[in-house]
């Protein structure tokens, strides 16, 4: 197992409940499992759309105060009459609230390069935050897939090289499409987050180790890229630690893929990584 592990991928939505949970809940059992799985730290990302079963990001914000095990990044809203207001996106930034812009590509009907988003992407580079970016599979029969192809991430890394962007899911089912993007382009990274829902079958994660491992040979250095995520809830995060250590990395590799990367990335305080434990 690698020095530490951070989670660049939870969400506090409530995705299987038929009625909402107070966000606090979640937050509890986040940190619960944070610490059965051995999670030093968590990237939480807020929806592209508030409702009763997805906090806003002011709400997430606040109740995330007193958790310095986690950070967070603010989904954008922009489509449809309720778009995020960028100057207050920009005012959480700037103080720190935030740490980086997440896009839904596809889910909110829009591809990734839209000329539209050069406002959003401008933010980023001014403040040094990372761009994710949802590609590949939706969890939504709405969502327009291809809007989503990890492709599209090649045209907004060349035009802006100043900015940093997050393929979240590898691009998943366009595996090799993803590694020419990130092979090609310094500033894309990606993780390995909600490639299933739940559980994986044995199959199926035969089957995506065997694709992650094409990718890492592919790409020759894949401790520089890829970070650890999971997706949860929408996913459990024991099977994601387990795929984790079946993707023969060298020592150096896991610990880059594992946290490193995504301490230099998200800016996260790496003396504080691990303090939970002895706590």
Not at 41 to 52: E, F, G, L, R
Not at 75 to 88: A, Q, V
Not at 253 to 278: H, P, Y
């Amino acid at each position: 197992m690698p020095q530490f592990l951070i989670d660049v991928h939870v969400h506090l939505n409530n995705y299987h409940d038929t009625t909402g949970r107070p966000t606090v809940e979640n937050v509890r059992e986040l940190t619960s499992k944070m610490d059965e799985i051995g999670i030093d730290h968590a990237v939480v990302i807020t929806s592209y759309k508030v409702d009763m079963n997805r906090p806003s990001a002011e709400e997430v914000i606040e109740t995330l105060a007193e958790h310095p095990r986690m950070t967070v990044v603010e989904g954008l809203r922009w489509r449809g009459e309720f778009r995020t207001d960028l100057f207050s996106l920009e005012e959480r930034i700037r103080d720190g609230l935030v740490k980086g812009i997440k896009l839904y590509p596809g889910y909110d009907h829009y591809a990734i390069n839209d000329p539209s988003l050069e406002t959003v992407f401008r933010i980023a580079a001014k403040y040094d935050v990372p761009v994710m970016i949802h590609t590949g599979d939706t969890y939504s029969k709405t969502a327009k897939v291809r809007m989503a192809h990890p492709l599209l991430v090649d045209d907004i890394a060349v035009d802006y090289p100043d900015v940093r962007f997050v393929m979240c899911h590898l691009g998943n089912p366009w595996f090799q499409d993803a590694a020419e993007v990130l092979y090609k382009n310094d500033n894309v990274y990606a993780d390995i987050s909600g490639l299933t829902l739940g559980e994986f079958t044995y199959d199926f994660e035969k089957y995506v180790a065997m694709r992650l491992k094409d990718m890492i040979t592919y790409m020759g250095d894949p401790g520089r890229q890829i970070m650890y995520g999971s997706d949860w809830p929408l996913v459990h995060m024991k099977p994601y630690v387990k795929l984790l250590g079946e993707l023969d990395f060298t020592e150096e590799q896991l610990e880059n893929v594992a946290w490193k990367t995504a301490v230099r990335l998200f800016k996260i305080d790496e003396a504080s990584l691990g303090t939970w434990r002895t706590a």
